[in-house]
């Protein structure tokens, strides 16, 4: 058994020395990364352990407590929550030299493909604690990381400013290089990062006259990681009727602000209803759709991407059906034009007939008045708003998801919370589509003062509703055009 055992081992080396596609730092290392964020009154810690190919090998005798020659997920989860204490108590963290107790939030361990198509082990840790008293003050937080430190490889520590909270005076650096050790630097292999000591200080106030601030690798300050307000309204720690009341009035004004920001549009519903004989009524109608439009989207996507992940791709599905919106915009587009461009034109336009005897003008405003026998008169674009337009619009408007919503029903999904998520998307999707409905109504209310005697006949205000038709074509070209790229 033992001639087996040792055996089997020189051939696994002998696999690692002679395989094309070796491990970065070489097969016998085992490379650290953390990742230190503080908070206003807590400090985060996000530590990951990537094993190379023999290290994993000598771990995996461990790991196959049925000895069947393959490590499953029961025995690698096993030995995650094994290894896991001895780990986290490797990790010193002081503030203001007292020290501070991590606990584990989450934990995952995975077995990538290394050289010759062996496992390697990747355990990712997300460490909270709490700070011992207000953020306010200058604090100091020492860091080391004391796991594996006979064993050769890469030693990364960054330090995350989070949005509120000033770092400065730091030994370590606002960014990675390795993507949390995804992705090793070909050209610094002879001499690796031996990052295992980090201090820095923080405080929520500005920083100290003199202070130097947190800077990147490169150079520059680093930027806070401003987390996703809405994304973060599923991830409370305890759901009560204050907290879904507070969420859903959140939710809403999210809704709304994300209406908007650029590339929402708002200049598309404004455009297409200048020159519009619209009504209140129409305006809700769009809103509607907007809604359901977008909140049927964000489930269906969030669906494929949590039951499909592994075959389709979201960031493959978002371009089409950013595409799919622009060609509706810009189809709406080009029809508004030729109908308004022909009708100002004085042509013959669906619904718009000449005859001998008579010639009824119920589309028209009162005050567009109409002499015939020779003399001129005045023709305006064609003001029937039409359902099918608008269903159009509000799909086009609806069609692509927000990527926040997109991850808060994912997290619902995680933490079982599955009809708070949806109650939110919707409440979210009925924000944006009040703000677009609002849009709506100010352009059909702004719009009827062209309807005055002095200004239906002026040559300028007769070509704007043209114009607007061609603002929506470019608008839709323009949403093609980005997504093909």
Known sequence: ????????????????????????????????????????????????????????????????????????????????????????????????????????????????????????????????????????????????????????????????????????????????????????????????????????????????????????????????VEKDKFAELIAVPEITPAIILFGLLVAFGLGAAHALSPGHGKAVVGAYLVGSRGTPKHALFLGATVTVTHTLGVFALGIVMYFASSYILPERILPYLSFASGLLVLFIGLTLFKNRLLSILGYETSGHHHGEDTHEHDDLPENSTHTHGGSTHTHVPPQQVTWRSLTALGISGGLLPCPSALVLMLSAINLNRIGYGIVLTLVFSLGLAATLTAVGLVFLYGGRIFDSPTLSNNRIVKTIPVFSAFVIACVGAVICYNSLV
Request: proline share 5%; glycine share 6%.
């Open 1 to 224: 058994m033992r001639m087996k055992f040792y055996l089997t081992t020189a051939l696994f080396i002998l696999a690692c020395a002679f395989s094309a596609a070796a491990h970065p730092l070489g097969n016998f290392s085992v490379n650290h990364y953390s990742r230190i964020e503080v908070e206003k009154s807590q400090i985060k810690l996000r530590a990951v352990l990537d094993m190379a190919e023999i290290p994993t090998f000598q771990e995996s005798a461990a790991i196959d407590t049925d000895k069947d020659g393959t490590l499953s997920e029961e025995e690698l989860n096993r030995y995650a929550e094994k290894i896991t204490p001895g780990y986290i108590s490797n990790l010193l963290l002081l503030v203001d030299e007292k020290t501070i107790e991590l606990r584990p939030t989450s934990k995952n361990i995975t077995l990538p493909a290394g050289s010759g198509n062996l496992p390697t082990i990747r355990l990712e840790w997300d460490l909270i604690g709490d700070l011992p008293d207000s953020a306010n003050q200058v604090r100091r937080v020492k860091y080391e990381n004391k796991n594996n430190i006979e064993r050769i490889g890469w030693n990364e520590i960054v330090a995350g400013r989070n949005s509120g909270i000033n770092i400065f005076d730091s030994t370590t650096f606002g960014s990675g290089i390795t993507d949390e050790l995804k992705a090793y630097p070909q050209e610094t292999l002879s001499s690796p990062l031996t990052e295992r000591r980090a201090e820095f200080s923080f405080t929520s106030n500005t920083i100290p006259p003199g202070a130097r601030a947190l800077q990147n690798r490169d150079g520059h300050i680093s930027a806070p």
